[in-house]
């Protein structure tokens, strides 16, 4: 027995298609223009202006499907983790989305700053909520509160995005990088955020492999790793 694809489905999977040919080609050149979108698509101008009728239009269909990737990433606090591992794997997972997007930031005149900060509502959300954990349980300082923290972590993984664009921050390991700086901005000492970190995409790495890989040596937490107070 055959299953069919409806309208509808067709629609949404062209315009999905339409949105990451978009992101391709508008971080390839951040100016770009429909005519060159719809081109690279493989459609008509008249098929894209009618699923994005502007280029905000267009742009904030990108940034909407970036948005949904991120949120997929968001752990749950879990009491047989430590908190700085969960929140470590939270920052290797975010930072993987976000850079398969940093380009995008090139992106001038669109109030781009505003539109990203929109969408980050519910990381901002979750991550407030997971800092405050982790300075209840004494993992984290308390020299702010955790929504400030939270906003501030993010302004520093955006900022470590852009000077990955602009070629000042070339680790081979960004990701491992992003999350030990945010863990200092804990009050982890460098030390231990540097292990955190590294353990933590090791996890990541062996959640996302494929099934029919052979697994990973099994993790342990370091010694050094303050437990979850529970």
């Avoid at 990433?73 to 993987?96: F, K, Q």
């Avoid at 992003?178 to 996890?203: D, N």
């Amino acid at each position: 027995m055959t299953t069919s694809t409806t309208p509808s489905t067709r629609a949404q999977a062209k315009r999905r298609h339409i949105l990451n040919v978009a992101a391709v080609e508008l971080a390839r050149n951040p100016a770009a223009s429909m005519e060159e979108i719809a081109s690279a698509a493989g459609v008509v101008r008249r098929t894209l202006y009618g699923y994005f009728p502007t280029r905000d239009a267009l742009i904030d269909g990108i940034l909407d499907v970036a948005a949904e990737d991120i949120v997929s990433t968001l752990r749950t606090l879990d009491p047989d983790e430590p908190v700085s591992v969960t929140t470590a794997r939270c920052t290797i997972a975010l930072w993987r989305v976000g850079d398969k997007y940093r380009l995008l930031l090139k992106l001038t005149g669109t109030n781009l700053g505003a539109r990203i900060e929109q969408r980050l509502a519910p990381v901002h959300e979750h991550g407030t909520e997971m800092l405050t954990y982790g300075q209840e349980t004494g993992v984290y300082s308390d020299h702010l509160p955790a929504e400030v923290l939270s906003h501030a972590l993010s302004g520093l993984v955006l900022g470590l995005l852009e000077t990955r664009n602009s070629g000042e921050w070339t680790d081979p390991d960004p990701d491992i990088g992003a999350a030990q700086a945010c863990l200092i901005t804990l009050g982890v000492r460098p030390a231990e955020a540097a292990e955190v970190a590294k353990m933590a995409a090791i996890l990541e790495n062996q959640d996302h492999q494929p099934t029919d890989c052979p697994p990973h040596t099994s993790i342990t937490t370091p010694r050094n790793v303050p437990e979850n107070r529970v």
